[in-house]
């Protein structure tokens, strides 16, 4: 993300529009296997979430659309074809574990210059070929091959860091690039974001925006705040993603 006084640009959003996912895998940045309700967010508040933010930033990258596993929300091709309307927005991905083919209206959605699949390539999913010659088939853009290596961000619970270990941690760390909106409220990082969804950190202390709370025309003036001037996240207490070393934990990928 980027800006200056007058630019507010965000590169990428992860565009959470269901919990609801086929696999439970154990070290999930995302916290999805942590869910004991899970949702299907209404494709209409979704997409007036998208117009709220489109209405208050200048650019946006890339939104991506996931899940949980995005493809069991029923309403998919509808939410990726308004996605691609959007001028403001560079590109549009869906990301898949590819658990769940895709079926023709979904195609003809994503065949489009702006859309791009992100296929998690997990070795444990057979369907993974199978989406990959449809989507050739179908002449859809496509990328595939997740790291090799997942990142150990440990469980939720506190660990008590000093606010300079907490400011180190966010400084070096890439999800605070990832702006997550999650059932009408922006954020940065998807733990975060799904960490508040849970009840484990209270809104308030998330650092995140109120898309449907906040006045129009003081949205933007949040959402600059977000970006640029947070120093740490409550929810950076609850994770290892980055030690304040900088050192990482990497471990198999769960799948
Ligand atoms: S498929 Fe993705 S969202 Fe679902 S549990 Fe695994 S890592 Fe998390
Ligand atoms: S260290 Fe902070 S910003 Fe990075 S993944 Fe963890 S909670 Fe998110």
New binding site residues.
């Given amino acids: 993300m980027g800006a200056n006084t007058n630019v507010v640009y965000i590169n990428r959003i992860a565009f959470i529009i269901t919990t609801k996912?086929t696999?439970?895998?154990s070290h999930?940045l995302?916290l999805?296997?942590r869910y004991v309700s899970r949702a299907v967010f209404e494709k209409d508040k979704l997409l007036n979430d998208v117009g709220r933010l489109m209405a208050a930033v200048d650019t946006v990258g890339g939104v991506h659309v996931m899940?949980?596993?995005a493809l069991l929300h029923p309403e998919l091709p509808g939410i990726i074809s308004a996605l691609l309307q959007e001028e403001k927005i560079g590109h549009v991905g869906l990301t898949t574990?590819g658990t769940v083919l895709p079926d023709e209206s979904l195609l003809a959605a994503l065949k489009h210059p702006k859309a791009e699949v992100y296929l998690?390539g997990y070795s444990t999913v057979p369907n993974t070929g199978k989406w990959i010659d449809i989507l050739r088939q179908s002449g859809v853009s496509y990328h595939t091959g997740a790291a090799k290596k997942w990142v150990d961000a440990g469980g939720i619970e506190l660990r008590n860091r000093k606010a300079d270990e907490l400011k180190s941690m966010y400084s070096q760390c890439l999800y605070r690039e990832c702006v997550t909106l999650l059932d009408g409220r922006l954020f940065v990082c998807p733990r975060n974001a799904n960490a508040v969804n849970q009840g484990v950190i209270p809104f308030d202390l998330s650092g995140g925006v109120d898309l449907r709370k906040e006045k129009i025309n003081t949205l933007r003036d949040e959402i600059s705040h977000m970006l640029f001037d947070t120093e740490y996240l409550a929810c950076c207490d609850r994770c290892d993603y980055i030690l304040p070393s900088g050192e990482q934990r990497q471990i198999s990928r769960?799948?």
């Fill in positions: 996912c696999l439970s895998c999930c995302h999805n296997s899940g949980g596993e574990n998690s769960a799948t």
